[in-house]
């Protein structure tokens, strides 16, 4: 596979391959986790909960803030997966087990792997219990617990994915299914879903019609294909100049989107998918399909619900520039489980992680936190087998672009990045406490640039 490099040529790709080289020389070599949960303390300087993305960077970061033995997390998972991928497993461009890796191999060397489930947070006392009865005690807390999956609310599922012809990319136990579906797809309706909830990764629904429609055309299918995309939106994306991007492919391939369609039932045994009509509360739609994808309906992890730390709608409530909870000084959230008025991605993970550590350093010392969170996130939109819109904006849905070049564009390069890049960053620098998003590198382009 041609590399990066060559795809983005002069001084920014010098520029960029520097950099690679330096932080992975920073990153140093992976060390796997030995500690014993056995020697758990009931106290900890920084208790981190949650080991995925957002946890393990911060547990790193926190290490060198205070040290190895003063940092742990509560993580009950034997397994710790790179989700963003899973758009190109479903599509069969890359393998499940590219994803995962042991949660031993990626919690900080030192740091204490707690593994254990959160089942109550206690911010008045300091302290959190959890599922194995124990009791463990904090002077900072950072919640790091990621976006619940919640099949269960639409009738039907998760029986439903016993049967065939039905797949979600947003779990490790569905996602081969929509490979699988792909494959055995004859003729008839290939449809794609949105749910009326806030989502991680929002772009994702849509990236897998994109693949789906590409191979359909590959293997001669797409003539008896009718592609169809329900959204419980009333746009297909956020920030108008990649909506607008997205328009013309929508119109070029001959796709169909249904806005505020909101898939409430799935009846696999009659291959059947019924959706409400949200702006005619009742009116319903049924659709066969020969193939379903199912992006299913998300919410706070119910843990945070009924805890002070939440705001009225379950998420932690933060303060949307320094991260830090808006009620308790020593706690803190990232990612997907925040308020945070942003797209829940992994990108947005590792920019929030940079101004976090910030902030947390300072509160350390008992200083007021200067550096400021501006919402970024990205969206790699992946509209073929090889090629990608890269969407990066800010919180106020405007663009906030790395390369001097327009990201609107479907570029090989970007898919480049998004299949083969962004993992080795993400495993070998993200997770490291070494990635704090593109903004170092937005800057050495535009310097090469000058």
Request: charged fraction near 20%; aromatic fraction near 12%.
């Given at each position: 596979m041609t590399p990066l490099a060559t795809v983005v040529s002069g001084p920014r790709a010098r520029l960029f391959a520097c950099f690679l080289r330096l932080g992975t020389q920073q990153a140093g070599p992976l060390r796997l986790h030995t500690g014993a949960s056995l020697a758990a303390k009931n106290y900890y300087e920084?208790?981190?909960?949650?080991?995925?993305?957002?946890?393990?960077?911060?547990?790193?970061?926190?290490?060198?803030?205070?040290?190895?033995?003063?940092?742990?997390?509560?993580?009950?998972?034997?397994?710790?997966?790179?989700q963003p991928i899973w758009t190109l497993v479903g599509a069969g461009a890359k393998q499940l087990s590219s994803s995962g890796r042991p949660t031993a191999s990626v919690i900080p060397s030192g740091v204490e792997w707690i593994k254990a489930r959160v089942i109550e947070l206690n911010p008045d006392k300091n302290c959190i219990h959890t599922d194995n009865g124990k009791e463990i005690s904090y002077k900072y807390l950072i919640i790091a617990l990621g976006i619940q999956l919640d099949y269960e609310k639409i009738k039907g599922l998760p029986e439903g994915f016993e049967h065939p012809k039905i797949g979600s990319n947003y779990s490790v136990k569905t996602v081969e299914k929509t490979w699988k579906a792909l494959q055995d797809f004859k003729e008839g309706n290939a449809v794609f879903t949105f749910p009326n909830t806030p989502v991680k990764c929002a772009g994702a629904p849509q990236k897998i019609m994109y693949l789906s429609e590409a191979y359909f055309r590959k293997t001669g299918k797409r003539s008896k294909a009718n592609i169809i995309f329900n959204t419980s939106l009333g746009a297909i994306f956020g920030v108008k100049k990649y909506a607008a991007a997205l328009q013309e492919i929508i119109q070029e391939r001959d796709l169909t989107v249904n806005y505020k369609q909101n898939l409430i039932e799935v009846r696999a045994d009659r291959q059947e998918a019924v959706f409400e009509n949200l702006d005619k509360p009742g009116e319903t739609q049924v659709i066969s399909y020969e193939m379903l994808h199912v992006t299913p309906p998300m919410s706070p992890p119910d843990v945070l619900k009924t805890s002070p730390v939440a705001d009225a709608a379950g998420w932690v409530d933060v303060d949307k520039e320094t991260l830090q909870h808006k009620k308790y000084p020593n706690v803190f959230g990232i990612g997907d489980c925040t308020n945070l008025p942003t797209s829940k991605t992994a990108a947005a993970v590792a920019a929030q992680s940079g101004i976090l550590d910030r902030t947390i350093s300072l509160v350390m010392k008992n200083q007021t936190p200067t550096k400021k969170y501006d919402g970024y996130t990205s969206c790699p939109l992946v509209t073929g087998y090889n090629r990608v819109i890269l969407a990066e904006f800010d919180y106020n849905a405007q663009p906030l672009e790395?390369?001097?070049?327009?990201?609107?564009?479907?570029?090989?390069?970007?898919?480049?990045?998004?299949?083969?890049?962004?993992?080795?960053?993400?495993?070998?620098?993200?997770l490291r406490g070494y990635w704090g998003g593109p903004a170092i590198l937005r800057k050495l382009f535009h310097l090469g640039m000058s």
């Open positions: 920084v208790l981190v909960l949650g080991g995925g993305s957002g946890g393990i960077t911060m547990a790193a970061r926190m290490k060198r803030r205070v040290g190895a033995e003063n940092v742990a997390v509560v993580e009950p998972s034997e397994r710790h997966f790179y790395t390369f001097p070049f327009d990201q609107s564009k479907e570029r090989l390069s970007m898919y480049l990045m998004k299949a083969d890049l962004m993992p080795f960053l993400y495993w070998n620098m993200m």
